[in-house]
Each structure stands twice: as structure tokens, then as C-alpha cells.
């Protein structure tokens, strides 16, 4: 009895471990409203390559668990190992704003122990500093070779990443671009879409968090958007030309796998 005593003792810690694993960013001054969820969820034992083309490619974003095994690649991204891997080395930051994009280069060793800080929400876009794309594939690729990228491609494009880092408050305003994918794999992202027929209200150089706080309670039932927070183990994919906007919850480590 003892023994099976301390074997669910050992199980709980196990999963405690499991939930409260932040790969060392932390949670310190994360948000906590999530929202709801109003974009369809499916798990990989649920959808065919088949289904998704038909039911989601082309018309609707989609949420899937459980399409990747990400866990080598959650391990390699840990604050400990990237910054032990990529300290001395240059990363490109831009300006979190729609239109005209800032470009600064600084060390990654800078970027995360100076520059990684909470958002308030009266910062502009233009002053927001986001470590987003730009990446030099040269020097990252190793870490890029783990990553499993979701399984269910679109005819006739190939598979690009953009791999990110942000502090909580932070994210992009509404902008739209080609289909594609975003894995969370520390944290997590918040996430506001609308259909290339449906042009949000925003301003340019406001941020996620100042237009969530500001311009979202306001919206009419009809305005407003499909919407989710995707945590680790969950992908979200976009259609083309789709509007999003994203906020990150926690200090967030996240990819995209946009296909062209």
C-alpha cells in the first residue's frame, strides 16, 4: 500500500512538473485572460490530409493537436540551451507596427536579458522591439533541422520558418500575408482572425494589447473576431490573406511555417 502510496506521489510530481515546465522564460508578469475559443479544434486521430484540404485549406482557420512531437525541439529551445548556443551571436529585431518595419541588430544574449521585458499597453508599435523572422538560417539551422513541421502541406508550395521569442503583452497588429502555420512551444498566444472580406478597425502603429483593451470591448456581436489562446502541443493554421493579429500571454517561444 506504501508503495502504491508514493507511486502516485511520484505521478503527480511528474505531471506537476509537466504542467509548470516554462523552459526557464518564466511567467512573470504574464496576462491571464485567454478569451474564448471560437475556432474549430481537431485532433490528429480526427482529420485526414484529405479533410483538412477540403474542409479548412482554403476557407477557415483550424486548430490541431497532437499533428507534431515537438518534444527534442521544446528541450533545444530552452532559455538555458539558446542562450549557452546563441549568445554571441546577432539577431535582427523589428518594430511591432503594420506598416513600416524598424530593423535593429543587437547580440541574442542582449535581446534576452535586457530587451525581453512585459509590454505596457501605451507603448506604440514603432516602439516595440519583436524578435520575429529575419532569421539567419545559417546559424540557426541546427536548431531548425528538430522541428517537425505539421504534416498536412498545400499543393504546389514548399515549407518556410520564422522562428520568434517575445516578452508577455507584446505581439503583431492586424496584417494578412500567405497561409500557414503557428506552433507555441513555450507560453501562449493569443490569436484574433477575420476573412479577407472582413477589414478590421485598427490603428497601424497600436499594439495587440491597446486595441484588445481599448477597441475590442466596443465591438459589435457581428465585428467580432474568430478567436483562441494555443498553448504548447497545438497548431493554428491560417488560410491566405486571412487578417490576424497575435498577443502573447507569457514570455512566448514560437514558430511559423509559412507555405509559398
Known sequence: MAWFRRCVVLLLLVQWVKQEDTGGWGRESSLNDEGECNIEVRDV????????????????????????????????????????????????????????????????????????????????????????????????????????????????????????????????PFHWHGPGYSEVIYGRKRWFLYPPDHSPEFHPNYTTLSWLTQSYPLLETHNKPLECTIRPGEVLYFPDRWWHATLNLDTSVFISTFLG
Not at 532559455?79 to 541588430?105: C, I, M, P, Q, W
Not at 519583436?130 to 517537425?148: H, I, Q, V
Open 45 to 172: 486521430n480526427s482529420i485526414t490530409h484529405t479533410e483538412f484540404i477540403r474542409e479548412y485549406a482554403y476557407t477557415k482557420p483550424v486548430i490541431l493537436r497532437g499533428v507534431t512531437d515537438n518534444t527534442k525541439f521544446r528541450l533545444l529551445c530552452s532559455k538555458d540551451n539558446l542562450l549557452r548556443e546563441y549568445s554571441k551571436k546577432t539577431v535582427r529585431l523589428s518594430t511591432a507596427n503594420t506598416h513600416s518595419y524598424r530593423k535593429v541588430d543587437v547580440r541574442f544574449e542582449e535581446f534576452v536579458k535586457v530587451l525581453l521585458t512585459p509590454q505596457s499597453e501605451d507603448t506604440l508599435g514603432s516602439d516595440t522591439l519583436y524578435f520575429f523572422g529575419d532569421n539567419n538560417f545559417t546559424e540557426w539551422n541546427s536548431l531548425f533541422e528538430e522541428y517537425k513541421a505539421p504534416p498536412y502541406g498545400l499543393p504546389y508550395t514548399s515549407p518556410a520558418y520564422s522562428f520568434g521569442i517575445a516578452g508577455p503583452g507584446t505581439g503583431v
